[in-house]
């Protein structure tokens, strides 16, 4: 009996902070709540690894509505990291999310640096694959004015301390709402981190000109979307010229191609936000695009194209 | 047991049955066979963007394997879904969301009010025809409310379900002329009732609003089904809550929580 050779397809697999992903593509926080509420839509066993909503030491009620606008090819939102609190994820969220063979990233916030520390203690010994410290969230303010990733100093208080508090892969999830972003990696880096995050929303704002109110209670939110991608990839291949732990790349990818743009600027894995909601098949999508680009290309290996960024001879 | 499910349904039939009024009939078995009065599916309009997030909307009617929508053009999503033709497909997401809570055989519930403001109809319809069994002792009243004449739809739908219809105009082109809500409140309370009337009613917000004082007034119970803008529908982005009763607080998804809500849980401002 003659067997036909199985055809090897290119390999998607990739190791992200000492995480064995099977291919890079994840869900951002936030856009996929705690993971049961797309199960019935997504095969999770499929994906590269689920970033769940931020989670912080006690339950908080999130903001007043309302919270999310839609802009040209971008959604503004203020939720105010409404969420269940620490326990609660614990009891409650964790044991339905580790039913599936998937990475699970847990996003925590805190608003002290204490907080932070506490959250990652607490979450010893939970049968999680990481953690991403969301140091950007627009609605926490450390002394009520800046957001922690918008102060070095801060930032690299916050990660050095809660390196010493967990052996888990730690990823930092940082804010577009600085002048330079390459300089703030590099802190996290210093600092003990294993992955960057990039990027969370930028701050924006929209108004109703006939009654001349907010279109958000909050006034301003963050926004994410197609509209913020060129911006995102930018500081994607900044911060890739400057550190070398590996980069997760957001910011409005909606296809194969948005991904592969933010994989050859430089980004080892890539998250899906927005994406999710306009089409809970998106990160599927992504992952049959990436492999049919690779097939197209003959390339082997996706870690072949990680910041292979073709730049004119002479240029920057 | 229920699932959502994606997928991409064919249209039917898409026309304007009044000014900026569409009826749109899609077919999509698995959605039509386990969607319940009140839920609703999420339905992405165009494949290029803006707009980027998909727009809900309730189901009017079940017909077999096909899902009857009634929409009006409020902008350019609703724009775009009113230019599309028959044959094409839409990719749709449903049934979403918890809808009305019927009653059960055995309640004393003998008389039901349906309240609805301008495309409000459009559950209601639903409602009706699940609830409406030829020559029982349960009496439907139906009141439906518009800016105008021109603007109220589905009359003929109730009367021919057997239902009682009353109309109510703000230009008082018909009916009773000013808010469907002051024409419930004239049929309050109900003479001779044993029972205390089951309240459903869906349309703009301040108009919920309003039915919802009169029903803890008149101390009856009443379902509301909101309307707010969604990203999500599934439960996960957090970003449609609205405000309802807990130790202090909490806020509920309108898209997974409701969009029916007892108009008693809901805090409003």
């Known amino acids: 009996m003659i067997r036909k050779a199985k055809e090897k397809g290119p390999n998607l697999a990739i190791d992200f902070a000492g995480i064995s992903l099977r291919n890079p593509v994840m869900v951002a926080s936030g856009t996929f709540g705690y993971g049961e509420e797309y199960a019935e839509l997504v095969d999770l066993n499929r994906l590269g690894a689920i970033v769940t909503k931020t989670i912080t030491l006690k339950p908080r009620l999130g903001n007043e509505p309302p919270r999310i606008v839609e802009t040209a090819s971008g959604i503004l939102n203020s939720i105010g990291l409404q969420n269940v609190g620490v326990d609660a994820f614990i009891s409650e969220k964790l044991p339905f999310l580790r039913e599936y063979d998937v990475p699970l990233i847990v996003s925590i916030a805190g608003e002290t640096s204490d907080e932070y520390v506490e959250l990652a203690k607490t979450l010893r010994g939970e049968g999680i694959s990481g953690l991403e410290l969301n140091l950007s969230c627009p609605n926490i303010r450390y002394n009520r004015k800046l957001m922690f990733a918008q102060d070095p100093k801060v930032t690299h ?8 508090a967990t052996s888990l892969p730690l990823i930092v999830k940082l804010s577009p709402n600085v002048t330079d972003i390459a300089s703030i990696a590099r802190i996290c880096e210093e600092a003990g981190a294993d992955g960057i995050s990039l990027i969370n929303t930028f701050l924006g704002m929209a108004i109703d000109v006939e009654s001349r109110e907010p279109m958000l209670r909050q006034i301003t939110g963050g926004l994410s979307g197609p509209a913020i991608k ?11 010229k400057v550190v070398e732990i590996p980069i997760i790349g957001m910011g409005g990818i909606m296809a194969a191609g948005d991904a592969l743009e933010f994989i050859i600027a430089g980004a080892k894995a890539v998250a899906i936000g927005t994406g999710n909601f306009v089409d809970p098949r998106t990160p599927i999508k992504v992952i049959d695009g990436i492999r049919a680009y690779l097939v197209k290309n003959k390339i082997r290996d996706i870690k072949s194209i990680v910041g292979s960024l073709k730049c004119p001879k002479g240029s920057l | 047991m229920e699932n959502m499910v994606q997928v991409d349904a064919k249209i039917l039939e898409n026309r304007e049955i009044a000014p900026e009024r569409y009826k749109m009939v899609l077919s999509a078995p698995q959605i039509a066979r386990q969607t319940k009065p009140g839920q609703f ?53 449903g049934p979403l969301g918890n809808g009305y809570r019927l009653p059960s055989a055995t309640s004393k519930v003998s008389d039901i009010i349906l309240v609805a403001g301008g495309t409000g109809v459009a559950s209601l319809l639903f409602l009706a025809e699940s609830i409406s069994v030829p020559d029982s002792e349960l009496s439907i009243l139906v009141l439906i409310g518009a800016k ?22 703000e230009n008082g082109t018909k009916g009773y002329k000013g808010l469907v809500s002051n024409l419930l409140e004239k049929f309050l309370p109900l003479s001779g009732d044993k029972s205390k009337p089951l309240v459903f009613a869906c349309g703009p917000t ?38 309802a009763k807990g130790s202090t607080y909490t806020y509920k998804r309108v898209c997974k929580d409701g969009p029916v809500f007892n108009a008693g849980e809901l805090i409003w401002e």
């Open chain 1, 230 to 240: 060129p911006i995102a990839l930018r500081m994607v291949y900044e911060v890739h």
């Open chain 2, 41 to 93: 599916i999420h339905v992405r309009v165009s494949k290029s963007f803006p707009p980027l997030l998909r727009r809900p909307f309730s189901v009017h009617r079940l017909e077999g394997q096909k899902i009857e929508l009634l929409y009006r053009v409020v902008g350019e999503g609703t724009k775009i879904l009113s230019g599309k033709k028959k044959g094409e497909y839409l990719d749709i997401l």
């Open chain 2, 148 to 169: 105008s004449r021109e603007e109220l739809l589905s009359e003929g739908d109730f009367r021919r379900l057997g239902c009682r219809v009353e109309v109510a105009t």
């Open chain 2, 206 to 243: 301040e108009m919920l609003k309003r039915i919802g004082e009169i029903s803890r007034r008149h101390r009856f119970p009443c379902q509301v089904s909101l309307e707010e803008r969604l990203a999500c529908g599934v439960g996960a982005c957090l970003g449609c809550v609205v405000k």
């Open chain 1, 157 to 164: 208080r916050v990660v050095s301390r809660v390196r010493k």
